[in-house]
């Protein structure tokens, strides 16, 4: 089964959440209304996502196996579905990586560089268990990849289980969004990327017409840009600008209008 790349919602369907998948769209599915604002299809971690803050992907699992899998048999040109086993100390959960990625990560042999799509992956204990790997039908293993020797890496979706910036300059993933309704936990919705947006001022408010970066005051803000750092922002060497301000907030810790361009 294929998916749209975009989906063209109608203005309040950004707001819509759901216990599973909505209409089965894979995590990541952009979604634009019809005043050119982009939302992506999210999934809240065990915390609730708020309204108007910050959010950023989760950070890649430490255990080196995530990112160096050793295939267990060889995978044909055209197949779909291909085994690893785990190591080090951390398990695979089902579909831990289900819309994430799978990589061959050696330095020589075949498929070196390429990037998969993972439709579903099952389980299996840390060190030394078979793990399956299914990728979508549309995008099969192009170059035959050696069973045995080939270095594998997977990574989880990037709008899988979000996560709140934090108030400091430490980031373990890519930006997400600002979701543009409470989420509840564990739940799925839509992720703002572009266009008009609420957003949650810090200490040190934003100015309208000026460039937005990601606070460091407080987790999911956001704060004015400055050309040098300080110690309330990052500076435009270590952060880029998320957007502009369009309404200031009143006070602190209150909420603004910002034109966020993510993408």
């Known amino acids: 089964m294929s998916y749209p790349s975009t989906v063209y919602g109608s203005f309040g369907d950004e707001k819509v959440t759901a216990a599973a998948k ?8 952009r979604m634009e209304l019809p005043d050119g604002r982009i939302f992506r299809h999210v999934q809240a971690s065990a915390t609730a996502l708020i309204a108007g803050k910050l ?25 779909t579905a291909i085994t690893i086993t785990t190591g080090g100390t951390t398990a695979v959960t089902k579909d831990q990586f289900e819309d ?22 099952g389980s299996a204990a840390a060190g030394s268990a078979a ?39 430490v980031r373990v993933g890519a930006l997400a969004g600002v979701p543009p309704t409470a989420i509840p936990a564990n739940s799925f919705g839509w992720i703002q990327r572009r266009g008009y947006v609420a957003y949650f001022a810090s200490a040190t408010l ?12 407080a987790a999911g803000a956001f704060s004015v840009w400055f050309a040098a750092a300080s110690a309330n922002n990052l500076s435009w060497a270590t952060e880029a600008e998320v957007g502009y301000c369009v309404t200031a907030a009143g006070t602190a810790e209150n909420f603004g209008m910002m034109n966020l361009n993510l993408e």
């Open 22 to 29: 909505i209409g089965g769209l894979p995590l990541g599915t």
């Open 55 to 79: 959010y950023q992907g989760e950070a890649q699992v430490a255990d080196t196996m995530y990112q160096q899998q050793l295939v267990t048999g060889s995978a044909v040109v055209g197949a």
């Open 100 to 121: 994430g990625y799978f990589t061959t990560a050696s330095s020589a042999g075949g498929g070196v560089g390429e990037v998969y799509k993972v439709r579903a992956n």
């Open 206 to 217: 934003a100015v309208v017409g000026l460039p937005v970066v990601a606070a460091t005051q």
């Open 131 to 169: 793990a399956s790997i299914t990728l979508y039908q549309s995008d099969p293993v192009k170059t035959a990849i050696a069973g045995g020797t080939t270095k594998t890496g997977l990574r989880q979706n990037e709008y899988k289980n979000v996560l709140l910036t934090t108030a400091d300059t």
